[in-house]
């Protein structure tokens, strides 16, 4: 089954404890991207990678790193997670200009 | 970057009428704008999309129209149905990649 995988799903944290969201998908696609989704402000990008080894910053990609060693894996790592980094995740996948195909979310909360 | 405004946030039908939700964008040299739609508690999932170089698509009951003199593309649902109840994001992106996406729209449709 083509699809987007993330996890954890739920996380709970306190401040300053690292931590990693995975992201994978089984559809060979070159763009991967994550969002946040917060009340009142939709969908606000992170950060984006259209293949190995190339990434871009989005709209808000303060606090937050990404890697993309392989074509299926674009993992988010928050190095020092902070109380504003509380937020739901979602992780993206995209064959070149065509339809994104998110994943199921993770809810991180900060402490 | 670009800057997509979406309106109404809210917007409540009675079954079987229409709703419009309507997106402005600020950087004309944007050239595709996908519409998703949320379910409560779901991820978000491509619903219709629009590229500059045409005006209107269809797709059965919605429907996108773009007028890039005046930078705002809509979406219309017609004969609406409770099953349309959810979050409807608009989006913006100059290259496929980086797509800012509206505060989103959320739809309730009353029997």
């Known amino acids: 089954e083509a699809q987007v995988t993330q996890n954890p799903r739920y996380l709970i944290t306190v401040t300053g404890k690292k931590l990693t969201v995975t992201c994978s998908q089984n559809m060979n696609h070159e763009y991967m991207s994550w969002y946040r989704q917060d009340p009142g402000l939709g969908l606000r990008q992170i950060y984006y990678?259209?293949?190995?080894?190339?990434?871009d910053k989005g709209d808000v990609p303060e606090g937050y790193k990404v890697s993309r060693k392989e074509k299926r894996n674009f993992p988010l790592i928050l190095e020092s997670p902070s109380p504003n980094q509380t937020s739901l995740y979602f992780c993206?996948?995209?064959?070149?200009?065509?339809?994104?195909?998110f994943g199921p979310g993770t809810r991180l909360t900060v402490l | 970057g670009e800057n997509v405004e979406q309106h109404p946030s809210t917007l409540s039908v009675q079954e079987g009428d229409s709703a419009v939700i309507k997106c402005t964008y600020s950087?004309?040299?944007?050239?595709?704008f996908p519409w998703y739609k949320q379910e409560l508690g779901k991820r978000p999932q491509l619903i219709i999309d629009?590229?500059?170089?045409?005006g209107e698509k269809k797709d059965q009951r919605i429907a996108v129209t773009l007028n890039k003199t005046a930078k705002h593309f809509s979406l219309h649902i017609t004969e609406t149905q409770p099953e349309d109840s959810a979050v409807y994001f608009c989006?913006?992106?100059?290259?496929?990649?980086?797509?800012?996406f509206g505060a989103g729209t959320t739809v309730t449709v009353r029997a």
């Open positions: 990678s259209m293949n190995v080894e190339v990434t």
């Open positions: 993206a996948s995209s064959p070149t200009k065509a339809e994104q195909f």
């Open positions: 950087d004309s040299a944007s050239n595709y």
């Open positions: 629009i590229r500059s170089n045409v």
């Open positions: 989006a913006a992106t100059t290259n496929d990649y980086k797509l800012s």
